[in-house]
């Protein structure tokens, strides 16, 4: 029933390839079907302006889409001279669900900035982001660690994210482009290992839902997550 | 326990004076507690275009503070020559949320912008948006049918919106500025009479919380979008 | 003769209700007839950045008209990215008129902003906000030398503004939208209590006038201005 | 008594040397004293989007000053991304100042660009343009005249400008730097040949002036805009 | 006496993957030593307004760096809200490039952008985009042939790039960055099969090279190139 | 055969006019034929914040076209908010090249910034730009070194440009518009007294060329400069 024939609660493959680039001090590239995001951690020791002598550090994220990672091509951004509007909401999601994990205390005064490239798009490229961001920041949280720039690890739980929807009346796990284009309902959940909840973002595009399609949603988002925990903790050990 | 001494599962007085600004279509200025929002409905006979060609129409809103709606003065969007993300984020979530009761062919070949200039802040202004936009397009459309440009009724349901957030452990209901800035989790829900749920946007900024904590919060929401629902009813009739 | 049947030397009713935003340290909402205009003063600890060092404070305005005040609405400057020439035109004039009537030593090393935001529009609203702003100035002047961060009081006179013109040849005071798009020429004066001149602004657009219509216009503007004196300090007493 | 040693009713030398440049339709290069201003006129057969259909042309002005016009360098306003509130300012007043002076009718469906690019500084610059700007428009409607595309003269008049101020107490024509940084108020008046205003811009820096004290000012103007408009002939005939 | 040991006329190794991306007309990833490039070719049924009639296509490029490609993260133009000179230059230098072995007229009424997207940096990255948009190109053509859209070949010839420079004394080929940021001198030499020269763009940063020198540069670059012409059709075939 | 009947390497008359505006440290206007470019250099007791603290100065250059320098007139870059492409590679171009002859040491903690806007167009903008900025360096520098403001000559050589290129077949010295609107092949040398490059910029538009016939453009070029050189010294004794 679906189009790619995968079960409703069936997500498409995922691989993380970390070590993408070599300047970066985390890096991966991940894969979530066709949809492909390189996240890179970059560190600097610099905070911004508003939490200067407060003894704490900052996570950020930036995103982007190359010109034709996309079916037809979109126009460049920095062409445009400015950043849409859905880019800027997915950056400050990736900030958001990020420092949700970590201890900002612990990190000291310095910034990591997560850059997700978005690569090839088919669908879930926000999602994929926030789960590839995660791997990054740990790979360069431990580099800080192995050179003794950290005594303590910040990071405190894993983070990813997943996104759901109803199509044709079926609640379905990870949507691919196809489903998402005709999705009745799309919802996106970063979740955090052991259950808990991050951001929950549910748009009813065309039909509503009420609170018994809403927790069917998460509970298959939470499937996924699992899924995903499994294949961030396979990368970075 | 709540500053502002009300139950937890107690809004802050609504009024919404229609008619506040002579040349729209449509015209409301909706207090919610301290926070007051001027919405307007402007009908224009164009569309977008990318909708040429296929009957129907688009209702779309967008969103301001004026500089000083806030405790400390902040600079002018126009000034600064571009429009913040949290702006555009709640720009977009306006629209999505009255096209979710709106069937667009029926609207026709117009738009509809619904302008959300947020008077003075204390804590809910996007939701405070979406419920005054409400009234306004009503106003507007009435107006439309009035005057035959529109045969059937292209409004098919209310839609309101109301923050809830975890203060201090306790679920609470219509968070004011006082509580906002200091919730452990935050979350706007969009509902339409009957139950149904538009939009969920839950952000968990110092705890977690899991499915229990999301499901009440989003039956405060309920109670919450009831009170809102009749005090529209109230202003239209 | 007018479209309002007004007398050639009768002002609007002009009202001004103060204290109509609760966080600016002054606040009216002043009604020129249908015109009305939201003024706040915001006091910040801070001046510009080639004051510092003199010893002395900033007062300075900002302009902006809600898309809808007018009869059509009009593109968000926010949107669009950029002020018009327009906009920057009144915001000097505003920041201009009230420097003419405050002593900058007085007022200490601090910036007031004067905030003009137009709610409705039906002509005249760059001389209704600056004759808004002066209330807005006064309030919040007020309240620093109640606090005793001000001690002499540096407001030296009341400001003022009208527009005059010539209507169908005939000159008349305080034009509305109706005339003032039928103007022949139409000319701002500013002007301070006692009868002295801040600022003429006197555009000819269809005919041009002489130096006798140049002083018919000034003298209806004395009678205008002597009027709107009384409106200011009976809301700020 | 003036830094210049000049009557307080003299005026600058004024050359202007036609033909400046060879590719625009009309072009000169006006001094006035050591303020130097290129005005060239740019003729298009277009006109903008908002005139079509009614059988009437443009005329609009643009203004810039170089970088080094000035003492001290300022920084270009295309490496900056925009234009300063002043420069648009003053480009509006430029277009209004011509079109007070032409019959757009008869200029048929073509736009008129008067490009004003200040050289070199030394006060008066605005009033310079427009002076200069009229002889440009000159040159390129004869030559619409003598090629047959226009069969009436749509200028009707000439127009000029200059500033008056009040230094130190003297009411004086033709401000130069010197005494246009110390003046206590400071006018642009725009005239036509015969002796009508077509703008006055008056602004009390320091010390305001009374209904005497604008008259005094506007007498001085028609002095120095008799000697611009004789110069203006010369120049073009 | 090169930072990595090879011989002066020793380029980097290359290899091309194609089919990188799978929206596009045409991709690879091309890879000089650590510089690695995305480059697609996007095909869309519409051309320049300035083209329109002209029975003609046309060939652009646009390029950027990811924002952690180099040493240490650049900001991202998109977020800057406008691209950089260097970044302007390249884009102009790409599309010059390979519109120089394009027949734009068998092209026929379309356009093809050249999109060049730096995964990583180490030297070289705008040469690297022109060979590499080559392949892109070439793959893009190929399909449109395949389907009929196109009748006769459009692409005349191979271009390829590379840079040379005088490195402590001696030129040497392929810069890479260690060397870059170093040497006397600097060349980019596009070139096309059969010896011809595209465009040169020489520079010298420390000290300046006399006509020998351009020459020795000149036929270092094309024993480059003969190697990238090798790669391409090897990528291609 | 050439358009202006001059023989393929004869250059288009040069004069250099010093002091052609009175506030810059050092200025010229520089005709090429009917290409004038103004051209002055000014100094500021500050430098780019990359440089501070290595006790060295800077040189800059800016480039900028007046809108009807050309044929047609051109939209103002400060309006449309951003320079061009071109107008970027221009100034950099301008930048580099100077600082090929300046001893930055020797200059001092001061930055010398070259604007060069273009009077008048008719090919070579960007190479009389270059020739005559060398001018106005010079001239501001003799006035430091007057001054005492500098001890040594931080000037060490001479440096021109001018453009050569393939027209119909036969290389020419010194395109003018005519011949660089149809030129097959187009370059521009920034040569050094005594015969260094400092940057070749070559660029086959039609046809391209061999090492023969850039060998031939550059000895062009050579003729070309020396004949500048000459102008040079001359203007500045």
Redesign the interface.
């Known amino acids: 029933m679906r189009p790619s024939g995968r079960a409703p609660d069936e997500m498409r493959p995922i691989t993380i390839e970390t070590g993408f680039?070599?300047?970066?001090e985390g890096?991966c590239l991940i894969s979530c079907g066709?949809t492909r995001v390189?996240c890179?951690a970059?560190v600097?020791e610099r905070i911004p302006p508003w939490l200067r002598g407060k003894g704490e550090g900052w996570v950020t994220g930036?995103y982007?889409m190359?010109?034709?990672?996309?079916?037809?091509?979109g126009s460049?951004?920095?062409?445009?001279?400015?950043?849409?509007?859905?880019?800027?909401?997915i950056?400050?999601l990736i900030g958001?669900s990020l420092r949700?994990v970590v201890d900002l205390k612990k990190l000291g005064e310095r910034q990591i900035?997560l850059?997700c490239?978005v690569?090839?798009?088919d669908g879930g490229t926000r999602t994929a982001s926030i789960s590839g961001a995660w791997v990054a920041l740990r790979l360069a949280v431990n580099s800080l660690m192995a050179s003794g720039d950290i005594k303590q690890d910040p990071i405190e739980k894993q983070v990813a994210a997943i996104s759901c929807g109803i199509y044709q009346g079926t609640p379905v796990l990870d949507l691919d482009y196809a489903e998402d284009s005709n999705a009745d309902a799309d919802?996106n959940f970063v979740l955090?290992e052991g259950?808990?909840?991050?951001?929950?973002?549910?748009?009813?595009e065309g039909a509503?839902?009420?609170?018994e399609?809403?927790?069917r949603l998460?509970r298959l988002a939470k499937i996924g997550c699992d899924g995903i925990f499994a294949a961030q903790l396979d990368a970075v050990k």
Do not use: F, M, N, W
């Not at 190359?66 to 091509?73: I, N």
């Not at 259950?195 to 009813?204: R, S």
């Open positions: 680039t070599k300047h970066a890096s066709d390189l890179t970059s600097e930036e982007s190359l010109p034709r990672a996309t079916h037809t091509r460049r951004e920095a062409a445009r001279g400015k950043q849409s509007g859905r880019t800027q909401e950056q400050r958001r949700a900035t850059d490239d690569i090839q798009a919802a955090i259950g808990q909840i991050a951001e929950v973002q549910a748009t009813a509503t839902y009420d609170e399609g809403l927790l998460l």
